[in-house]
């Protein structure tokens, strides 16, 4: 089986671009989640999915960040427009979603704002 | 404020000793705790992890210890060696309306000298 899959791996944009990222669950995992990493906030969640649905929408994120998930196989996020501080590693992940399954991570996306 | 805390960035032991990283947190609805370990460019990946039924739990040279009352959970990696160096996210759930989320620390950097 698959793990969870992200594209790109790397992806370059100047301030105030849109940029998509991509993100492809493990097949049958009901689950999903959209985090950001830096090493001064660690892992901060940006959303959460369960079998589509939006169930957590990250505060602090919801203004230039939003994700989708128009069928189980298949989520996006987007930020609208980037700034530098956006620079981070963005990671998906998912899980079954039954009372705290292991969460299993993409490879995640570098993204650099210049 | 932060939810689930690791108070050490980092922490480093002699090979073969043993490895103590702790992590506090606020929630005390919390009922699910974690492990997870990372290396430099990859992607978090579970360790172990405990239910809140249980004070202790082992696998091998890891175990992880849970003070519900203190709201405290550690691991402990007994016999330690360099391969064992790494980022350690702790991290932390409940089953509130149905969904699952984890909050994860900001992580502890372990090294292992030879």
């Known amino acids: 089986d698959a793990g969870v899959t992200q594209t790109p791996r790397h992806e370059v944009a100047e301030k105030g671009q849109t940029i998509i990222l991509k993100c492809e669950p493990v097949?049958?995992?009901?689950?999903l989640f959209w985090y950001r990493q830096t090493k001064i906030q660690g892992l901060e969640l940006l959303s959460y999915f369960r079998s589509k649905s939006l169930m957590e929408d990250g505060g602090a994120f919801k203004d230039r960040f939003k994700a989708e998930m128009l069928n189980s196989s298949f989520s996006t996020l987007k930020i609208q427009p980037t700034e530098p501080k956006d620079s981070a590693v963005y990671l998906c992940a998912s899980s079954l979603g039954r009372n705290q399954d292991t969460q299993y991570f993409g490879p995640g996306t570098r993204l650099l704002v210049l | 404020g932060q939810q689930v805390k690791q108070s050490s960035p980092s922490l480093t032991v002699q090979e073969g000793g043993i490895s103590i990283l702790n992590c506090d947190y606020e929630?005390?609805?919390?009922?699910?705790f974690a492990w997870y370990k990372k290396y430099p460019d990859n992607s978090p990946t579970l360790l172990i992890s405990?239910?809140?039924?249980?004070d202790k739990r082992e696998d091998g040279r890891l175990t992880v210890f849970l003070n519900k009352s203190g709201k405290h959970f550690s691991l402990h990696i007994t016999a330690s060696q360099p391969e064992d160096t790494a980022v350690y996210l702790c991290a932390a759930g409940g089953n509130t309306e149905g969904a699952d989320r984890l909050t994860f620390g900001k992580g502890t950097q372990l090294i292992i000298q030879p």
């Open positions: 405990v239910r809140s039924n249980v």
């Open positions: 929630n005390d609805m919390f009922d699910y």
């Open positions: 097949s049958g995992h009901n689950d």
